[in-house]
């Protein structure tokens, strides 16, 4: 490259544009600070070296609580008009799924979900599938995880669960025992722990897994009749899971590896894609169901309710920028389109809060207004002000004086229900704190247990040994009572290898003491 020595840059610079200051000023100089001398002490008023430093000091907004890791992309929505063989608009009235071939723009937000912005990606967790599309009704976010289930029921034990996964609150060290307290007086977790201590607790990348909203919502149709359903993205690429050993030894050369994946196969053009899936049900108690449909520690049986296609999802463009479009995305199960509604899973109702809630503090009340969280239909709303606003005078409506609702002066009004009809479900029944009456903490534990291949089941016994052989003796006798409870031969080889791995483990800590060998050095990471 040809230098213009003088100047100090190449003749390809004259091409590119000129640094400025964010007022709009060019930078002269952005490499030296200003000084009394050219060894003296810095002056106060130099402008862009404050505005730069200052702002370098506010990068950072908060790391969500929970799915702080995560990469994502954009891509559309595919709708293929129907539910199976049935017109879609049979159950609901969503626009999004009607009109075979209609497309729908969105955004993805993949994630692991225990570990900090930068943890690796190789840990055995759930993986976030967060979908944001932005619909011709509005957005409508559909927040969901890998596995098809999840630990706990009820909203209520969500912030001590995620306490137990992560580490010690003295310490910072992580401690599968924290975990393993908190899932023994926890029995409807069997389930759960039984995926995700399988090898289906470590998926290969973000493009091969599967993705399932988890809890139960409702589509309602243009008469206000709704029925429950279960949402489940399928991969096209075909599903990969890793083995410990394969993660660990991923983990050692690189704890980015899913990002790196799926940023680079959208750059290559190998486009990733998922179909989506519907389960319906009626929505009523079901006495014939061993299991509350509602309970999100359950999978609906297949041949009952089988999975419908409804429509596919590519993703085809990468994130321009990682900050403003994927870590500021603010995901919501509030964020329903007209159509859809919440069912009474009280994981669901739970989370609906707090989502909304974590968004006004991690990225700040006005939130919906960036650009990847805006809706790409108008918004027309009396919300206003607070820290950046930045609404557009268009979204006041004809007449901006009337900032409230209703108005016999103008300003905005409500929308029109024509063919909308409201569902209203009906109860009769006292409130009260109270569990499910169907729990059956272990029935589906034992047959996942036993519908895993022999590999898979291998995996999980190991892993689960290791894991609780460095456990305290009661959560141990605990876990192992779960266990076998789900499936008896389960119960049996996690505690014959719970015993193994003890053995193994005191006789590496005998040869630690052996005279002339430097005592404790293989006890770092003897507890995975
Ligand atoms: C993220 C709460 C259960 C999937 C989050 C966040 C919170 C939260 C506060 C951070 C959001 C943000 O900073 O933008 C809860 C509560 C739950 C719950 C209170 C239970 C009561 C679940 C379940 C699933 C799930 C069952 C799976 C279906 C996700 C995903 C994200 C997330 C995918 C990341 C979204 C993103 O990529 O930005 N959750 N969660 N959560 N949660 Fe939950």
Not at 480 to 493: L, P
Request: negative net charge; aromatic residues 10%.
């Amino acid at each position: 490259m040809a230098e213009n020595k003088e100047n100090n840059v190449s003749n390809d610079d004259q091409n590119r544009e000129t640094l400025t200051t964010r007022q709009g000023h060019p930078v002269f100089d952005n490499q030296n600070i200003r000084t009394i001398g050219d060894r003296g002490p810095a002056t106060l008023e130099n402008y862009h070296f404050i505005e730069k430093i200052s702002h370098f000091d506010r990068e950072e907004v908060p790391e969500r609580v929970v799915h702080a890791r995560g990469t994502g992309a954009f891509g559309y929505f595919e709708t293929y008009g129907k539910v199976g063989d049935e017109p879609v608009e049979k159950y609901t009235r969503a626009k999004v799924f009607s009109g075979a071939g209609k497309k729908t723009p969105l955004m993805v937000r993949f994630s692991t979900v225990a570990g900090a912005k930068d943890s690796p990606e190789t840990a055995r967790d759930p993986r976030g599938f967060a979908v944001k599309m932005y619909t011709e009704d509005g957005n409508w976010d559909l927040v969901g995880n890998n596995l098809k289930i999840f630990f706990i029921r009820d909203a209520m034990k969500f912030p001590d669960m995620i306490h137990a996964f992560k580490a010690d609150p003295v310490s910072n060290v992580p401690n599968p025992q924290r975990m393993f307290d908190f899932v023994s007086k926890t029995p409807e977790a069997t389930h759960m722990i039984t995926f995700l201590f399988s090898p289906w607790g470590i998926p290969a990348t973000y493009r091969h897994m599967q993705g399932s909203g988890v809890n139960t919502y409702k589509w309602v149709n243009a008469e206000g009749e709704a029925v429950l359903v279960k949402y489940h993205w399928e991969p096209k690429q075909g599903i990969r899971n890793l083995t410990q050993e394969e993660a660990e030894a991923i983990q050692a050369k690189n704890v980015g590896h899913a990002t790196q994946d799926l940023f680079e196969a959208i750059e290559r053009g190998e486009y990733p894609e998922w179909e989506l899936f519907v389960q319906i049900m009626e929505d009523d108690y079901h006495p014939e169901l061993d299991f509350d449909p509602l309970d999100d520690t359950k999978l609906w049986p297949e041949d009952k309710f089988p999975w419908l296609p409804v429509g596919r999802m590519v993703l085809d463009r990468n994130p321009k920028d990682f900050h403003a479009e994927i870590e500021q995305a603010a995901f919501g199960t509030g964020v329903l389109v007209d159509g859809m509604d919440f069912s009474d899973d009280k994981m669901l109702q739970g989370r609906t809060f707090s989502y909304s809630d974590t968004q006004r503090y991690r990225v700040g009340a006005n939130y919906l207004q960036l650009p990847v969280n805006a809706p790409k239909t108008e918004v027309h709303t009396n919300q206003q002000r607070g820290q950046m606003d930045q609404r557009s005078p268009e979204e006041f409506g004809d007449n901006p004086h009337i900032n409230y609702e209703p108005s016999m002066l103008g300003g905005l009004k409500e929308a029109d229900t024509t063919g909308r009809a409201p569902h209203r479900p009906t109860y009769n029944a006292a409130a009260m704190t109270a569990p499910i009456d169907r729990p059956n903490n272990y029935g589906q534990a034992g047959h996942t247990y036993r519908s895993l291949e022999d590999w898979e089941r291998d995996e999980l016994i190991k892993n689960l040994s290791d894991a609780l052989a460095v456990c305290d003796k009661k959560i141990q006798e605990a876990m192992i009572e779960h266990f076998t409870k789900a499936d008896e031969e389960y119960g049996r080889r996690v505690q014959e290898g719970i015993a193994k791995k003890m053995k193994e483990l005191e006789a590496m800590h005998q040869e630690d003491l052996v005279p002339g060998r430097e005592a404790g050095h293989t006890k770092f990471g003897q507890g995975t």
